[in-house]
């Protein structure tokens, strides 16, 4: 792949390495009938879409929902995404590029939100398990944010500097996590966030997961990269 040094890319799941924003936006839809709310379209989820999630709420409500409220979409969220995220499926190319990463010598993690007891599972059926030297999802609140897991997650790395690690992700959340670590971090523009919202971060924001580690060598081994979006 090119890269003059090695790095270690610690990957987002959800709406990077699994292309399940179809399914989020289903279940985002059916959560908001439980109380009422009009459906959302992927352009203004895309717009919208913060964490922590009930912020994202207040964006569409013009409030905060109320502890049933969000208790009922919480819920209703959750239910449907799994009983539709079977229907989900890798990104483009992102079986062929976690092995390609892995050939070429560098290291790769998963942090993530979705439930760590359903990631690894999800890991193992779509064959991609082994590609990771760490794999961590959440345990515990739905609604708190990545930060402090991402800070957990690399000091669990044993021997990996924060200057040699790049997060890829899909949302501000990951860019915000890679920041509060010391590492860097690359946005995709195929989950959850706009194009204009993931600049407004101020890393290097592309549209596909190979353009993601081609730009992750480039800023593990000091070469520029022009401006805050790639690709």
């Not at 596909?208 to 690709?231: F, I, K, P």
Request: aromatic residues 6%.
């Amino acid at each position: 792949m090119g890269m003059k040094h090695v790095a270690h890319i610690v990957w987002d799941w959800n709406g990077t390495l699994l292309h399940d924003i179809d399914t989020v936006i289903a279940a985002t839809n059916a959560s908001f009938a439980e109380i009422g709310l009009e459906p959302i379209t992927l352009e203004r989820y895309r717009d919208l879409y913060c964490v922590p999630v009930p912020l994202f709420y207040e964006r569409l409500m013009g409030r905060l929902p109320t502890d049933a409220e969000w208790r009922v979409m919480d819920d209703a969220f959750h239910r449907h995404y799994w009983a539709l995220a079977a229907s989900a499926g890798l990104a483009t190319g992102a079986r062929e590029l976690l092995a390609d990463c892995q050939a070429a010598g560098h290291t790769q993690s998963l942090c993530s939100l979705a439930p760590h007891d359903r990631l690894v599972p999800l890991l193992r059926t779509y064959g991609i398990e082994e590609h990771f030297i760490r794999v961590d999802g959440r345990i515990g609140d739905s609604t708190t944010g990545k930060a402090e897991q991402m800070v957990r997650h690399l000091a669990a790395l044993q021997g990996v500097p924060p200057e040699r690690v790049v997060v890829i992700g899909d949302a501000l959340d990951d860019a915000v996590a890679a920041a509060h670590a010391g590492a860097h971090a690359v946005l995709y523009t195929g989950g959850s966030h706009s194009r204009t919202s993931l600049a407004s971060a101020g890393v290097p924001v592309v549209d596909t997961l190979a353009e993601a580690t081609q730009v992750a060598a480039e800023l593990v081994s000091g070469r520029s990269v022009n401006g805050s979006a790639a690709g």
